[in-house]
């Protein structure tokens, strides 16, 4: 089954995954997130049903900011014998309630999940919604990793890691709890890594947080410079209680190092509680930790084992896979 991804009408480039992950850097967008469910079954991410090639039986449509084009291109693919599941583009929860706090967004949702033939839920929280909605078939599927490719390892030795690496950069979303995650990372007295992307506004209230040994990364960076600056670090922290897919916990997967703090998907998945501190300090402690979350993350969220779940997920629904 080579699954395409359809965000009807998105700004995303058309895409294709013949090689699965390929190597860093290759292609417009990583194979992270939405798009690493077409990768992994190497198949493509389209932004118009008509791009969506005959071979690709199964397509995921995504729900962006408004519903309707996305309805529209159900509509349009089940008319020509696709069989077609749901999800939302942005699945935190505060992201979901905005888009369905729109009463066109929330009739067309209705329409979305009554047209569908299921919905696939990359976070375990939104699966009751999906059902109350009237949605077929509801499975929660994690978005994958690519741990399982040489060419996405960002392992640093640990004798060349340093410090805390700040998950989150969201001032303005209060379940981030990005101001609280970086002074409690600031009291253990180690090196701290975060990204600003909100310009001048955003220095000033880092400056505001009087924190020592704090580095600032500004603006938005090549996914690939991203994760190197990430593996120069020791631990990934965070707060982070918006129930995301957890991105920041799979970029930790790839550079294999802790990830603590957060409640998102992969972050539940791959990796349980632990002391920061300890593992600051505490070789044996640190390597155990890697050790346990890459072998959950083996089993559970590299491309293998997702690309087989979503062939048994779309082959429920109808699909020829």
């Given amino acids: 089954m080579h699954l395409a991804v359809l965000n009807a009408g998105g700004n995303d480039r058309e895409q294709r995954f013949p090689d ?23 198949g493509g991410f389209h932004r118009r049903a008509k ?45 979901v309630a905005r888009r369905l706090d729109d009463p066109t967004n929330l009739a067309e949702f209705r329409r979305a999940a009554a047209l569908a033939d299921g919905a696939l839920s990359s976070t375990p929280q939104l699966v009751e919604l999906y059902r109350a909605v009237g949605c077929k078939h509801v499975e929660f599927v994690p978005t994958p990793y690519p741990i399982d490719d040489p ?54 209230l880092l400056a505001a947080l009087g924190l020592a040994n704090l580095r600032v990364l500004d603006g938005r960076r090549p996914y690939a410079e991203y994760l190197r600056a990430m593996a120069a670090c020791r631990v990934v922290f965070q707060l ?9 916990a799979g970029d930790a997967l790839l550079c ?14 791959a990796f349980g509680d632990a002391d920061l501190s300890l593992l600051l300090r505490d070789d044996g402690a640190w390597q155990a ?22 062939r048994t997920f779309f082959q429920r629904l109808g699909a020829p896979v």
């Fill in 20 to 42: 699965g992950a390929s190597a860093p850097g290759e292609g417009a967008h990583a194979p992270i997130n939405y798009h690493a469910y077409a990768a992994c079954t190497r």
């Fill in 51 to 95: 791009s969506v090639p005959p071979e690709s039986r199964a397509v995921l449509v995504l729900l962006a900011n408004a519903v309707r084009p996305a309805r529209k291109a159900i509509e349009a693919l089940k008319a020509a014998g696709k069989t077609v599941a749901i999800s939302w583009k942005e699945s935190g929860l505060h992201q």
């Fill in 151 to 204: 060419r996405w390892n960002f392992a640093q030795p640990l004798a060349q890691r340093q410090g805390v690496f700040l998950g989150t950069r969201e001032w303005d979303v209060p379940t981030r709890r990005h101001a609280e995650a970086l002074l409690r990372a600031g009291a253990t007295g180690a090196p701290i890594t975060v990204c600003n992307v909100d310009g001048r506004r955003g220095r000033k």
């Fill in 240 to 248: 982070d209680e918006s129930a995301v897919p957890g991105q920041v």
């Fill in 256 to 269: 294999r190092m802790p990830c603590l703090g957060g409640n998102g998907a992969i972050d539940q998945i």
């Fill in 289 to 310: 930790a890697v050790t346990q979350s890459q072998a959950k993350a083996a089993r559970d969220l590299a491309f293998g084992p997702v690309a087989a779940r979503l």
